[in-house]
């Protein structure tokens, strides 16, 4: 900058020094301007100042400038998707960990389980009669155990695909509730010792929560890879950013179906629920003296097998006095180090006399002090 500059009126100029081996001479035209330089024999610490070169490097600038930009552009749309899957996931996890009701949910689960059933074993291209209703009880079962055995296959055989879509869920919640009501049967003394209110609505949320936790981290790792190939679709002629938002959009509804599947078969295990009080930790042993044996209550020894005397009943508080006091009448028997004592200051040559006399240390006291 010109000494100048900032005085007011004066806006100044500024040089900027850019060497051939800079990285963006490298990649717009260096070689060229390098080829002219050995032509004409130009020593290389020799400035080359012209327009049009001045010129070029500032197009040069331009383009690297809106290279990188777009590049950022790309980074934030990347990131965009999975901010907007991570809110969906969070708002939900939130919400269970609030307290909500997840009864309601599993109702609606059912049923959109059960149409999908229906939509994939029931085609419209296939007429009614040849639809494999078998399969679809076959595979409502794998997800609500002993759902086989309280329906039969003939059972759906005049249903539309909108009666056995309703009439699955139906009979799935209807499992579900007798379920319910056997555990709150069962347990409901011990849920009341316990303090465990809507002990079933708890389990849902603690279940819920697990598997939400679990398929989320797996779903990550997933979108991650995602990333870090889908910059090769270019070379098929695609757009990277939009086959990865396609791509992400299809993992995340495989992400949301998976959690309602593996929630609706953790629910849906087994006959019945079954109530597993944790007792809480035993305390230490040390803990369990000092709790059963409060500070100043004795110590009672029980009588050895072989007759010999018991030892004295001494208070703990007591006891650990006497110790005390044996530990330090041993010290000081071995003949321990004396504690130290505190230095005097010393008096120096020239100083007053301690004495008050008014002379000098050396001419008063201190005359016969070697």
């Not at 040849?130 to 079962?141: C, G, P, Q, S, T």
């Not at 230095?343 to 001419?363: F, H, I, L, Q, T």
Request: overall charge negative.
């Amino acid at each position: 900058m010109r000494g100048r500059s900032g005085r007011q009126g004066d806006l100044g100029s500024s040089r900027f020094y850019c060497a051939l081996d800079d990285e963006l001479m490298r990649i717009f035209g260096g070689e060229r301007i390098r080829g002219i330089m050995e032509r004409f024999k130009i020593d290389d610490d020799t400035p080359i100042e012209a327009g049009i070169l001045t010129a070029s490097i500032e197009r040069a600038q331009k383009k690297v400038e809106a290279h990188h930009y777009e590049a950022r552009k790309h980074v934030l749309e990347y990131d965009d998707v999975m901010n907007k899957q991570r809110a969906v996931v969070y708002a939900e996890r939130r919400a269970v960990l609030e307290g909500q009701d997840l009864r309601p949910s599993l109702t609606t689960m059912f049923e959109e389980k059960a149409r999908q059933i229906v939509e994939a074993n029931c085609p419209d291209s296939v007429h009614p009669h040849e639809w494999d209703r078998e399969a679809i009880v076959k595979e409502f079962d794998a997800i609500v155990r002993g759902f086989a055995k309280r329906v039969d296959v003939s059972q759906l055989e005049k249903l539309s695909k909108e009666e056995m879509v309703a009439f699955l869920a139906a009979q799935a919640d209807q499992m579900y509730t007798e379920k319910e009501e056997r555990f709150v049967a069962r347990y409901k003394d011990q849920m009341d010792e316990q303090g465990l209110r809507n002990g079933l609505r708890m389990l849902e949320r603690g279940t819920m929560l697990q598997i939400i936790d679990r398929l989320w981290i797996d779903h990550l790792y997933t979108m991650d890879s995602l990333k870090q190939g889908i910059g090769l679709r270019g070379w098929g002629q695609k757009d990277p950013r939009v086959e990865y938002e396609r791509e992400a959009f299809d993992l995340f509804e495989d992400l949301k179906a998976s959690i309602q599947e593996e929630f609706l078969s953790a629910m849906s295990q087994g006959e019945d629920f079954h109530l597993v009080v944790q007792q809480p930790p035993q305390a230490p042993p040390t803990q369990q003296l000092t709790e059963s044996h409060p500070e100043g209550a004795p110590f009672e020894t029980a009588p050895a097998g072989n007759g010999q005397p018991q030892r004295e009943t001494v208070p703990l508080d007591a006891r650990a006095a006497r110790r005390f006091d044996q530990l330090h009448t041993n010290r000081d028997d071995a003949g321990g180090p004396a504690p130290a004592r505190k230095a005097e200051a010393k008096v120096g040559r020239n100083d007053p006399c301690p004495c008050g006399s008014g002379k000098k240390y050396k001419k008063c006291h201190g005359a016969n002090a070697a």
